[in-house]
T-cell receptor, first 117, second 117 residues
Framework: AQKITQTQPGMFVQEKEAVTLDCTYD???????LFWYKQPSSGEMIFLIY??????QNATEGRYSLNFQKARKSANLVISASQLGDSAMYFC??????????????FGTGTKLQVIP | EAGVTQFPSHSVIEKGQTVTLRCDPI?????LYWYRRVMGKEIKFLLH????????ESGMPNNRFLAERTGGTYSTLKVQPAELEDSGVYFC???????????????FGPGTRLTVT
């Protein structure tokens, strides 16, 4: 079974509008972390936001917020006020286990976001 | 603080040749990871070093791949002999040694784009 599922291969959003990128995950480990990375056309992987499984509040970083619904095992990324520079590939990822132990990160297949002027 | 660096940024080699990729993690990061993204597919874990020791190499595709991290600093990933299906982007990431209950984010390098012709 897929550990990380991103069901949207591609999405469009109008500039200045908000967009939600979906991510669901599957794990039986009570301790895990969820990440979102951005990969622009230049290829580098840019860390955006992190949510720990024990965190009570949804993570926010500037225009990025993570809609964490633990019971549904979803960790959707919300980008507010989209900008042209947000056009990129976005990857949802999960690390299972505690730090200091097993730290392999599993990635989803990614969502390609295109911001339209 | 310098980020994770990778060398070379691009490499084009012929089938059967050898290529060595290098990763310099962030100074002080004990954990070093290699990942690979083959065109159109998800990013997949290859292996994880803790200092100079291989913690998990379950993602290494076959024995044509050899990773080393002598001295626990930089790491190399050698592909010998390279095959067409080895083409893709190879990412390196590093993270700090964590304490119990915390999960440290991984910082990714810019990747090395390998093309085997």
């Amino acid at each position: 079974a897929q550990k990380i599922t991103q069901t949207q291969p591609g999405m469009f959003v109008q500039e200045k509008e908000a967009v939600t990128l979906d991510c669901t995950y599957d794990t039986s480990d009570p301790s895990y972390g969820l990440f979102w990375y951005k990969q622009p056309s230049s290829g580098e992987m840019i860390f955006l936001i992190y949510q720990g499984s024990y965190d009570q509040q949804n993570a926010t970083e500037g225009r990025y917020s993570l809609n964490f619904q633990k019971a549904r095992k979803s960790a959707n990324l919300v980008i507010s006020a989209s900008q042209l520079g947000d056009s990129a590939m976005y990857f949802c990822a999960m690390r299972e286990g505690n730090s200091g132990g097993y730290q392999k990160v599993t990635f989803g297949t990614g969502t390609k976001l295109q911001v339209i002027p | 603080e310098a980020g994770v660096t990778q060398f070379p940024s691009h490499s084009v080699i012929e089938k059967g040749q050898t290529v060595t990729l290098r990763c310099d993690p962030i100074s002080g990061h004990d954990n070093l990871y290699w990942y690979r993204r083959v065109m159109g597919k998800e990013i997949k874990f290859l292996l994880h070093f803790v200092k100079e020791s291989k913690q998990d190499e379950s993602g290494m595709p076959n024995n044509r791949f050899l990773a080393e991290r002598t001295g626990g600093t930089y790491s190399t990933l050698k592909v010998q002999p390279a095959e067409l299906e080895d083409s893709g982007v190879y990412f390196c990431a590093s993270s700090q040694e964590g304490t119990s209950g915390s999960i440290y984010e991984q910082y990714f390098g810019p990747g090395t784009r390998l093309t085997v012709t």
